[in-house]
């Protein structure tokens, strides 16, 4: 079962400022280089964190969500304030940090998955996530290794 058309185009017009950013990066315009890296590092941790929020309201909206749901929810967001970690403390950063975020977003399906089996989101739910995750997933770690 195909996604409706509505989450799907903006779910894939979500994909935009992670290209925007590599586009920039891979041009070769030193100039502004470290402000995309920048902002595809921000984008990613904010997707990922919005990611844990989601799975959150999945769990809020059923009456009886399995435990480990709860605690899943709140891993992306800690996932992403541990990226900063690097940046905080003047250790290099944003390659490894957008490393980091780009590995668990595209693990996050691992939870989506979860969630599709058990039932606790539509039927057509893989179909949306899994070219919204690996897609932001690979272009973040495409900035991690630029």
Do not use: K
Not at 15 to 27: K, N, R, Y
Not at 94 to 101: A, F, H, R, V
């Amino acid at each position: 079962m195909n996604p409706p058309q509505l989450p799907r185009w903006l779910g894939l017009a979500g994909l935009l400022p992670q290209i925007a950013a590599a586009a920039v990066v891979l041009s070769g315009d030193g100039a502004l280089r470290f402000s995309a890296l920048s902002m595809g590092y921000a984008y990613a941790a904010l997707i990922l964190s919005f990611l844990g929020g989601l799975w959150w309201g999945v769990a809020a909206s059923h009456e009886r969500p399995p435990e480990w749901l709860w605690v899943a929810a709140i891993v992306p967001s800690l996932f992403a304030l541990a990226s900063a970690v690097p940046w905080a403390v003047g250790e290099p950063w944003p390659g490894p940090s957008l490393i980091l975020l780009g590995v668990a977003l595209i693990a996050a399906l691992g939870v989506d998955h979860l969630l599709a089996r058990r039932g606790l989101v539509p039927a057509w739910w893989m179909r949306l996530r899994i070219p919204l995750s690996l897609g932001l997933g690979l272009l973040t770690l495409l900035l991690g290794i630029a």
